[in-house]
């Protein structure tokens, strides 16, 4: 059975229920028959991916609904094979290049020179351009963005490329001077509880205006993890109320209660149990950067006004160095142990 | 169904005849290209801007000779242009391919392709044009090899390049290609005349736009050109690509207003600062300041922790977030120059980490947060 994500995803343009502005912006661009390349940012579960392919399908028609996905395989210049997944219809492809790590730039150069020097297999297509979309393209390497410059030049009569990331922090000036950026904000509170509600129609659910806005407030306007909420709602559940409670992910329990050990117990034997605890949800692959930013979250509640600010620099500062190194468990304990030091150091000027 | 990679299909529909003819009505029909690509500079003369480098350029085009170069400048400043305008007007079409070799950051460009493939098209004896051809082309009796985006060659690439610029140096001219010169090895760009490219000044970005928006019949209102310079920071290619979004919009907003949408309008038809502001990911002032107020509150924890999630939320970007932050600090003169001053440190720290790929959420609210306490004198 498919979630209600998915099953309840709108297919195009017009089915898109809020930002209509930028729907039809995005309607005007791909009516043209000139669309540029196209960079897609603004935070997760947005509604990007949603809109970029209900976008395609203005560009293209219902063929790019056909989709089906191959597995290639990419040599590196060291003679190392890659293997990589592609989804494709007849007018376009989907990558993921940071599924291969540093060798991301190979996958680029490879594929979107193969892409562009081949025509489009529907004479009547209604874009002579064929479209490639990257998926978190964040993460792309230097290297690989480096090889995107000339090739989005280069091949432009054959090829456009739409691009996706929560963040264009990373993304070099001559990529950015080279696509139209455009921002996907997340949908406000009162638009994340007409998407439920509709779903709630389609499902035969109750509408229950007071627990939608519950939903909508603590997915803190991610509409994704909004939806995932409410299904899980319905499936806990025999009976829905107004009241009914919203389940936590078990990992964000997890990090409530080490927030409140930190603060309570600060000794060196917490240290230790709380490493392996950190350690246990890094291995069931929660990312570094979601740890340490909802413990600071989470801490920020518990400490006094004074320290809130504190916490929040202690975490940015180690969340930094995770990106820059290499052993995500040290900073991610360098952190609980800068918090256990600062509320003792609190706590002994308070008493004095 | 045809896959995306079936190439018999493919190959079929290349010897079908109508694809080549199809093929051809793109490059013919530049209503379809992007406009930068569109009004990509034709001939040398066509560069705007970069009047010190044109210049030499040609006389260098009348001498029939030429040193190595080395171009570099901030993006969409018009390097590569110029560089395929002058090979154009050098050699034109036919010899182009004999004559010139263009390899791009997308090249495979390891140290074993500079030994082999660019030694092998550096050392290639001259073709001849054929007969007449010189009388439109100079065809001066060197190659040119082209390595564009030059800074993301390895080092060890680059040098292993030295041996080949020297040898070759009677047959063959390199010109490379970069956005930052000191990436760049010092024994490589010593060998090189070097361009500077600068980011464009007002008036030529201005006219530049000016030109494209009329012939493309897009009306622009007073100070909407100021906005596309201001939002692009000299980088002309972006003031373009911004110009044609906005165009798109307009007219998609007029034509739907009314059905047979002629110029009766004119007002609606026309871009507007507020249309270019949206596109190029302005905040608008409202919300920078309410930032700033949250800052000076007195529970300043609660309250800017409230608009930065809210920012995060809205998908501005971090980096426009500091430009504007720091803009709106720096200007207002009630904070004192001692804490301006300390301010300055924390965000050249957060900008740092945020090239690095720190999360945006925790590294802005740290950002306000230790402004805050800055300016509340702590
Ligand atoms: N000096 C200029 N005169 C006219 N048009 C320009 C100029 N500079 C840039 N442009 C416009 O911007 C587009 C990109 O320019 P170009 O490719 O030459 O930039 P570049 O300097 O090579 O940038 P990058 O460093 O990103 O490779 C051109 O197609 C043209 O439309
Ligand atoms: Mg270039």
């Known amino acids: 059975m498919a979630l209600i994500v998915d099953k309840h995803r709108p297919k195009s343009l017009d089915d898109l229920t809020y930002h209509d502005e930028l729907s039809k912006r995005l309607r005007s661009l791909a009516q043209c028959g000139d669309f540029p390349h196209v960079l897609f940012y603004g935070p997760s579960g947005a509604g990007k991916k949603t809109r970029v392919v209900a976008t395609l399908k203005e560009l293209f028609g219902p063929g790019v609904d056909k989709i089906k996905i191959d597995a290639r395989v990419f040599q590196t210049s060291s003679n190392r094979k890659l293997e990589f997944n592609i989804v494709s219809s007849i007018y376009h492809l989907e990558i993921t290049p940071s599924d291969v790590g540093n060798y991301d730039r190979v996958v680029i150069q490879d594929l979107l020179k193969e892409v562009a020097q081949t025509q489009q297999v529907d004479q009547s297509a209604k874009q002579k351009f064929k479209v490639v979309i990257i998926n978190e393209a964040e993460n792309l390497t230097r290297d690989a963005q480096a090889a995107l410059r000339r090739t989005m030049e280069k091949y432009s009569p054959n090829l456009r490329l739409i691009l996706l990331a929560d963040s264009i922090s990373n993304i070099i000036a001559p990529i950015k001077s080279r696509t139209l950026l455009i921002r996907v904000p997340a949908p406000t509170h009162d638009e994340i509880c007409k998407v439920l509600a509709a779903s709630a129609k389609k499902e035969g659910w109750p509408i229950l205006s007071g627990l939608h806005k519950r939903i909508a407030e603590k997915s803190k306007r991610n509409l994704r993890r909004a939806l995932l909420m409410y299904e899980a709602v319905h499936a806990q559940n025999e009976k829905v109320t107004d009241d009914t409670p919203i389940p936590d992910a078990d990992w964000e329990v997890l990090l409530g209660q080490i927030a409140t050990e930190i603060v309570n117990d600060r000794t060196p034997a917490r240290i230790l149990t709380v490493r392996a605890q950190l350690y246990d949800l890094l291995t069931h692959c929660i990312p570094a950067t979601n740890i340490i930013k909802t413990l600071a979250f989470k801490l920020v509640d518990l400490v006094d006004d004074d320290l809130k600010g504190e916490v929040i620099m202690f975490a940015a500062t180690y969340e930094s160095r995770i990106k820059e190194g290499t052993k995500m468990i040290f900073h991610l304990e360098a952190f609980v142990v800068k918090i256990m030091k600062m509320v003792e150091e609190h706590l002994m000027s308070v008493d004095m | ?378």
């Open chain 2, 1 to 378: 169904m045809a896959s995306f990679f079936d190439l018999k299909a493919r190959k079929a529909a290349a010897a079908n005849g109508a694809s080549s003819s199809a093929e051809k009505k793109t490059t013919e029909n530049p209503r379809l290209q992007p406009w930068v690509e569109k009004y990509r500079p034709k001939t040398l003369s066509d560069v705007t801007a970069q009047d010190h480098t044109v210049t030499v350029l040609q006389r260098t085009l009348q001498a029939s000779n030429l040193p190595h170069m080395l171009f570099y400048g901030p993006p969409g400043t018009g390097k590569t242009s110029t560089i395929l305008a002058l090979a154009k007007e050098l050699y034109g079409p036919e010899m182009m391919k004999s004559r010139v070799l263009e390899l791009n950051a997308s090249d495979e460009r390891g140290i074993s392709i500079v030994r082999e493939k660019v030694k092998d098209f550096a050392r290639m004896q001259l073709t001849n044009p054929p007969p007449g051809y010189k009388s439109r082309y100079p065809c001066p009796p060197f190659k040119i090899i082209i390595l564009d985006e030059a800074d993301s060659m390895t080092q060890d690439a680059q040098s292993a390049l030295r041996r080949t610029m020297e040898t070759y140096s009677k047959i063959t001219r390199f010109c490379l290609i970069c956005n930052y010169v000191t990436r760049i090895i010092d024994p490589l760009a010593s060998r090189c005349s070097k361009f500077r490219f600068k980011s464009l000044d007002q008036g030529n970005a201005q006219r530049r736009l000016e030109d494209i928006a009329k012939l493309e019949d897009v009306v622009l209102e007073e100070g909407a050109v100021d906005a596309l310079i201001r939002c692009s920071d000299g980088d002309l290619r972006k003031a373009i690509t911004y110009l044609q979004s906005a165009a798109r919009l307009v007219s998609a907003t007029a034509g739907g207003d009314d059905g047979d949408g002629d110029k009766m309008d004119v007002d609606s038809k026309s871009i507007t600062v507020k249309i270019v502001e949206d596109i190029a990911g302005v905040i608008p002032d409202a919300t920078i300041q309410k930032l700033v107020k949250a800052m000076r509150s007195r529970d300043a924890f609660r309250a800017v922790a409230g608009v930065v999630e809210d920012m995060v939320a809205d998908g501005w970007s971090a980096g426009q977030t500091m430009t504007q932050l720091n803009q709106a600090i720096i200007y207002d003169e009630t904070i004192p120059d001692a804490q301006k001053n300390r301010i300055t440190g924390v965000f050249s720290e957060v900008d740092k980490r945020l090239v690095n790929g720190a999360e945006e959420h925790l590294a802005i609210l740290d950002l306000s947060l230790r402004i805050s306490k800055i300016m509340a004198g702590r």
